[in-house]
């Protein structure tokens, strides 16, 4: 006699996973709301730079639009009055803005352009073989990231009349010592040199780190066709880098448009935002200044502040058409 032994009971099936709601969602509808958070993802991880960018740029930017068409006392809230485009057409017959613009865009030609220049040569010569290139690439950085005030008063100290650096080396040689501050061109000498000296090196590591994107065919071709290092610099690595160098153009240009500490440190004058006795230096930003928190007329110079904003659009303009011409050139060359 056997006994049948009964065969053992299947395991149950594991119980399956219930989300809540879940077997109440078609397929085809879960298909399409993993697509739509897919797609709003992106969207609300920048959403929060553009809110914070309306809160504290675009809205004080139109706010400063519509103050600038009314008369407003910073002294007097709620006297204020609707006036139009007075204050832009008061600007076009004031002899203080004119001297500004004049002293705005000179600073900036004289900073920009050498410091630019400067900037190209130094970034060629840290691009070649050097032994402690590291140490020199950071160095060129030290200028940026000391602080404006310090610089500005080391050079002004090295630019004094009496005791000053520049004074004495000028007294060395039987020339007289030169009162800085006074003069309509020295002036501007020594402010465009504390620009200078603050951003060449941080240009150059901009235009260094664009040469090292330019294949190095290009480079060994050429010195095997005779170039030296300067033709290579003029006829390969300034093409390359037109985009990066109107990139630093505009970025110096605008930079140039609020140029301010510089200018107002360097006014020995206690209290002063004049640029000088006579305005000498003195910029659209400092002029701005003067007549919002010195004099009080909101208005007038909220308008001031939208004609340096109209200026640095036209400028980015330019710099967008001038890299848009460089591409269409070298596709056009292909």
Known sequence: MTIATPAPAADPAPPRRRTPGGDHIP??????????????????????????????????????????????DMLHPGDERFVGLRNYTDLLSDDFFWKAVRNTFLLMAMSSVPQLVLALILAHVLNARLRGRTLFRMGVLLPNITSIVAVTIVFSQIFGRQ???????????????????????????????????????????????????????????????????????????LPALRPTIAFTALV???????????????????????????????TLALLLYEESFRLHNFGYGSAIAWVMFLVTVVFAALAYLVTRGGARLRGGSR
């Open 27 to 72: 397929r085809a509808t879960r298909s399409v709301l993993r697509r739509v958070a897919g797609a709003a993802v992106p969207y609300g991880l920048i959403a929060p730079f553009f809110a914070i960018f309306a809160a504290f740029g675009l809205f004080p930017m139109l706010y400063t639009a519509w103050i600038s068409l009314t008369d407003r």
């Open 163 to 237: 005791f000053g650096l520049v004074s004495w080396l000028l007294g060395e040689v039987g020339l007289d010592p030169i009162n800085w501050q006074a003069g309509e061109w020295t002036s501007k000498i020594a402010i465009s040199s504390m620009v200078i000296w603050r951003w060449t090196g941080y240009n150059a590591l901009i235009y260094l780190a664009a040469m090292q994107a330019i294949p190095k065919e290009h480079f060994e071709a050429a010195a095997m066709d005779g170039a030296g290092t300067w033709r290579q610099l003029w006829h390969i690595t």
């Open 252 to 282: 110096s240009v605008i930079g140039q448009i609020q140029l301010f500490t510089e200018p107002l440190l360097f006014d020995t004058s206690p209290g002063s935002v004049s640029g000088g006795n006579g305005h000498q230096f003195q």
